[in-house]
């Protein structure tokens, strides 16, 4: 029976068009559904060792600045448990990705919910985020503030307000995502120009996190618009070359406790956009916001979308090169147009 | 089978119901190019491979942070707790006057790793020893309170003679500065000098470019004027920057005076080209039309010649800090 079930609904499809009516966006932003959550339970993935036998992806068409042909072969992508041993225990190690009561949610929500009036907006959003008891918030970066001491020029008063010295820890409370649910995942990359690999570079993740990132897509004008936040932490993050054969392997280069949190747009009042032009051309823009009000400005300094990038520490065949940290970027405004080359 | 029939049930359900979606014909959609804003390159100099991707993109920008902090370690000869690179209240772009944004422009940014092959035959091994994120143009206002900074920093300083005459300071009895200022002030008046700064350890006038506080002319370093004759620069070359001091005029100045760098030239509009940020594990040499540029190990900021020109009264009283926010702690 269920063989002619899409027959069916083919069959309803065609008869009932006629009753069909555009929702206006008006009546589509009082829609508040349920959502569908996502748990993928024991899963381990492995798209196949042997390079050379043809268990990769190839991205074609590119070139190089001579114009000679370039492959970008992907390959040895994995997701697997803790322990993966940078994709040498994968089948047989799998992870929980998400969990009941905290899964993966594609999501029709009302706009008005999010501050963006009479639009429904259709959300896709990983695992939650607690407040952390160290951070005092969602993030997991403790930071240390300063204040301001300097001037703009030599005679003029002293700046206000206080800023970012320095990340003092790392909250991890803030993550519902436990231990059996952050996945390990590693990929190799070979360059491939006029038939010549020279090496190829392999990533390995462990510990990932991707709890508290967010998808939200809405339409207005003709034109795609969003919102999005991407929030990931890991344990570790090893690069390393080998070899075009994946022998011979070079020293690691690690970097361990990274975390990256950065939120694109705010509402309507910054939005994202995407298009593509006539000559195939995107633009990528984060909308400016120039031309608001004071009190504006004032919630979108403290409260506003941003960026913050940690790294605890980066390791070189034992030697250590330290912590980097780039804290309370705002981007007020951004706009990026592809260009043939 | 079930996911064809669905499939055909669902497109005739669209073909139906949104008659004004059409397909695009292979020909016009061949007439796309958007496909060519990624180019890979790999080349080879040495023992070293070299990977960049570029990617054919005009950016424009405003933004700020409050931090930007790279390659926080202890390192020898360095003071304790100190970075790389630190830079607090970070800002790309501008806010102008009226109100309206200032970007910073940005042309086809580029990521570049580096590997050094050690040993040869079949026990080579590869090691990916730096990676940089790069800028093949770039174009407007760098702000920022820069605490230490590791990199390639050269400074092109310029004025009138006027000027530099002014901030001559000579003792009653030092007759050679006195005839000095006199040229400088006098028949040089007008004409417009240059000098060439780097990143400097203040107290030798050595050049130093590792976790840096100053900028100045090193040792050696003469000023010139560009436009004037041989003989006139013989003259100015007799007269070279020692200990940051040049005829009786200091050399060296704080890196945390200048609060807002024009990256390019801002009298002709040219952008700057070979701008970039590295992060190696030992000493690379990156390359952008065939000129080299040694980046030491760890974090590193290039800023290639020409990149940065600053007046010599910005030199010496510093440069005032743009506005960058719209509710800005400097301004407001």
């Not at chain 1, 074609?60 to 072969?73: A, D, K």
Request: hydrophobic share 35%; glycine share 12%.
């Amino acid at each position: 029976m269920t063989k002619w079930l899409p027959l069916l609904v083919l069959g309803c499809c065609i008869s009932a068009q006629a009753d069909l009516v555009p929702v206006d966006d008006a009546a589509l932003g009082e829609v508040q559904g349920a959502g569908l959550g996502v748990v993928f339970e024991n899963f381990a993935f492995e798209a196949g060792e042997s390079v050379s036998a043809g268990n990769r992806l190839d991205i074609s068409g590119i070139t190089n600045s001579s114009g000679q042909p370039v492959v970008l072969g992907v390959s040895q992508f994995y997701i697997a448990g803790s322990g993966s041993n940078q994709g040498a225990n994968v089948i047989g190690n799998p992870v929980n990705l998400g969990r009941l009561a905290y899964p993966f949610n594609l999501e029709l929500v009302n706009g008005d919910v999010l501050g963006i009036s009479d639009k429904a907006i259709f959300e896709f959003t990983a695992p939650s985020r607690l407040i952390g008891q160290s951070s005092g918030n969602d993030s997991m970066l403790v930071l240390a503030t300063e204040n301001r001491t300097e001037r703009r020029f030599p005679g003029l008063p002293v700046a206000t307000g206080s800023r970012v010295d320095r990340v003092t820890g790392i909250d991890t409370s803030v993550l519902t995502s436990r231990e059996g649910e952050r996945p390990d995942m590693g990929v190799r990359f070979d360059v491939n120009v006029s038939g010549t690999t020279t090496q190829s570079l392999q990533s390995h993740i462990t510990g990932l996190a991707v709890d508290g990132s967010y998808v939200r897509l809405w339409g207005d004008n003709n034109e795609m618009i969003g919102n999005l936040g991407i929030k990931a932490v890991a344990d570790s993050l090893t690069f390393f070359a080998c070899n075009e054969d994946g022998n011979n392997c070079g020293d690691n280069v690690v970097f361990t406790d990274f975390i990256i949190e950065s939120e694109l747009g705010s509402g309507e009042d910054q939005p994202v956009t995407f298009e593509v032009d006539a000559s195939g051309n995107f633009t990528v823009e984060v909308g400016s916001i120039a031309g608001k009000s004071n009190s504006f400005y004032q919630n979108y300094y403290n409260n506003g979308p941003r960026t913050d990038v940690y790294i605890g520490d980066v390791t070189v065949a034992g030697q250590s090169f330290g912590s980097t940290t780039i804290s309370n970027l705002q981007i007020q405004y951004l706009k990026a147009t592809s260009r043939d080359l | 089978m079930k996911a064809v029939v669905v499939g055909i049930a669902l497109t005739l359900l669209a073909a139906h119901t949104h008659a004004k979606l059409e397909p695009i014909a292979d020909e016009e959609l061949s007439q796309y190019t958007g496909q060519a804003f990624l180019q890979i390159d790999n080349n080879n100099v040495g023992n070293m491979d070299f990977t960049r991707f570029t990617f054919g993109m005009d950016v424009e920008t405003l933004l700020t942070s409050d931090l930007v902090e790279l390659g926080r370690y202890e390192r020898s000869g360095e003071p304790a707790g100190s970075s790389d690179i630190r830079i607090n209240d970070f800002a790309l772009g501008s806010i102008n006057a009226d109100g309206s944004i200032n970007p910073f422009k940005i042309r086809d940014p580029f990521v570049e790793l580096a590997y050094e092959t050690v040993g040869s035959g079949a026990n080579a091994q590869e090691n990916l020893v730096g990676v940089r994120l790069g800028f093949g143009e770039a174009f407007g206002k760098l702000t920022g309170n820069i605490e230490y900074l590791t990199g390639n920093i050269e400074v092109e300083i310029y004025g009138k003679g006027s000027y530099l005459a002014s901030q001559m300071s000579c003792s009653w009895w030092d007759l050679v500065c006195a005839g000095a200022k006199g040229l400088v002030g006098g028949t040089w008046a007008n004409d417009d000098f240059s000098a060439q700064a780097v990143l400097i350890n203040p107290s030798n006038g050595e050049p130093d470019g590792i976790r840096a506080t100053h900028v100045g002319m090193q040792d050696g370093q003469t000023l010139s004027i560009p436009n004037g004759s041989g003989f006139t620069n013989f003259l100015l070359g007799i007269f070279s920057s020692s200990n940051c001091e040049l005829l009786n005029v200091q050399t060296c100045f704080p890196l945390s005076i200048y609060r807002t760098l024009d990256i390019g030239n801002r009298d002709t509009g040219a952008p700057a080209q070979g701008m970039f940020m590295s992060f190696q594990t030992k000493t690379v040499t990156w390359y952008d039309g065939g000129n080299g540029t040694n980046a030491t190990q760890g974090a590193f900021m290039n800023i290639p010649n020409g990149g940065i020109r600053t007046s010599f009264q910005e030199a010496f009283d510093g440069t005032e800090r743009v506005r960058t926010k719209f509710l800005d702690p400097y301004y407001d």
